[in-house]
């Protein structure tokens, strides 16, 4: 069974130029975390408020890279929530700091289990 949060829009530090960690830049979070049995009540299942939160805190730290945020974010769900047998993440940077881009901006996809 899968459960996930798709779209959540946050403002982080994650960039490779120092300019664009001081300003922050804009990333679109999708994820999904299979879990280990289907859940028969919340304390089986993954708190969403919690993941969130993952998401929320890690993206306030500095990264030079989206691969570092991903992995951080999946490894601190997969420790906090012993029900999660594995995560994926794809996370979307619409805007780059190329001059004249035009596209759909960077896109990273990266999973983890036990």
Same mark, same amino acid.
């Not at 069974?1 to 679109?28: D, P």
């Not at 708190?47 to 993952?54: P, R």
């Not at 995560?87 to 983890?112: C, D, H, M, T, W």
């Given at each position: ?23 922050? /830049? ?9 879990? $280990? ?11 969403? /408020? ?8 890690? $993206? ?16 601190? +769900? ?7 047998? $594995? /995560? ?9 700091? +190329? ?7 960077? /896109?990273?996809?990266?999973?983890? $289990?036990?």
């Amino acid at each position: 069974m899968h459960i996930g949060l798709e779209g959540i829009t946050l403002q982080a530090k994650t960039a490779y130029f120092e300019w664009e960690r001081k300003l922050g /830049v804009q990333l679109i979070i999708d994820l999904r975390i299979t879990l $280990s049995n289907i859940p028969h009540s919340l304390s089986d299942s993954i708190d969403y /408020v919690n993941v969130h939160h993952i998401m929320k805190e890690e $993206s306030k730290k500095e990264y030079h890279l989206l691969e570092e945020l991903s992995q951080v974010i999946i490894q601190r +769900i997969l420790e906090e929530n012993p029900q999660a047998k $594995s /995560v994926y993440i794809k996370i979307r940077k619409p805007f780059l700091p +190329i001059a004249n881009y035009q596209g759909n901006g960077s /896109v990273i996809e990266y999973s983890e $289990s036990r």
